[in-house]
């Protein structure tokens, strides 16, 4: 039950694909299909399903995280023929074998660290924008929960733009564009905050546009 492709030549993040799909409940059974049992969680089955229908070049599996079900879902795709390369993060938080999986990644993928700092300095500049988004919302109340949410999440993969080499369009843009609106003229009338942990499976439209604070 393999539809059209989704060809990527450039990174993106396959929770956001997946969770920004039209048709998130087809995809779910498509790996149902494929033989994953109705009660594995719904992103591992939606995030493998993305995976092959989409014309990938190679993916990078991010083991050690928060879901134990990664490594099997990366063996799976592997089996499948999808070229895995493996990224664990330590759990004793050690940053000397955090360094080393770095270095491990820039060599498979031919970079030196001199790029890769670059990169990281202009992806800092990012960063800052939407952390004073996140204060303007939990602390201000003058940015959305919904808003916030939207850009924080996006900016795990610069919601795909990482394919013009030279800049991060649409987090790049977008930043500004909420901070300018994102001050006093806008208070929020909610008052009380909410927030909530772990990974949500709503849809977009379902997300309340109100204030909300951090998670945790």
């Known amino acids: 039950m393999k539809s059209s492709a989704l060809p990527v030549r450039y990174p ?6 997946f969770i ?12 149902e299909l494929e033989g994953f049992p109705r009660n594995i969680c719904g992103w591992i089955k939606g995030i493998y399903a993305v995976a092959m229908r989409a014309d990938l070049d190679e993916i990078i599996a991010v083991t050690q995280g928060d879901c134990s ?3 099997a879902l990366m063996e799976t795709l592997e089996l499948k023929g999808i070229k895995i390369f493996p990224f664990s993060y330590p759990y004793d938080r050690d ?3 955090l360094h080393l999986q770095i270095k491990k990644m820039m060599i498979r993928f031919g970079v030196t660290e001199a790029e890769t700092s670059y990169v990281k300095m202009k992806l800092d500049a990012v960063r800052r924008r939407l952390a004073l988004i996140d204060r303007l919302t939990w602390q201000a109340g003058t940015v959305s929960g919904y808003e916030n949410h939207y850009l924080l999440v996006s900016a795990s993969d610069m919601a795909g733009s990482g ?13 500004p564009s909420i901070l300018m609106q994102g001050y006093p003229s806008r208070v929020m009338v909610e008052t009380i905050l909410a927030s909530w942990g772990g990974t949500s499976y709503w849809k977009s439209r379902h997300i309340p546009r109100g204030r909300y604070s951090r998670p945790g």
């Open 69 to 71: 079900n990664t490594q």
């Open 163 to 175: 394919r013009e080499s030279s800049r991060f369009s649409l987090i790049d843009l977008d930043c």
């Open 95 to 97: 940053e000397e074998l």
């Open 12 to 17: 993106l993040d396959l929770n956001n694909v």
């Open 20 to 31: 920004t799909h039209p048709q998130k409940k087809a995809l779910v059974e498509e790996a």
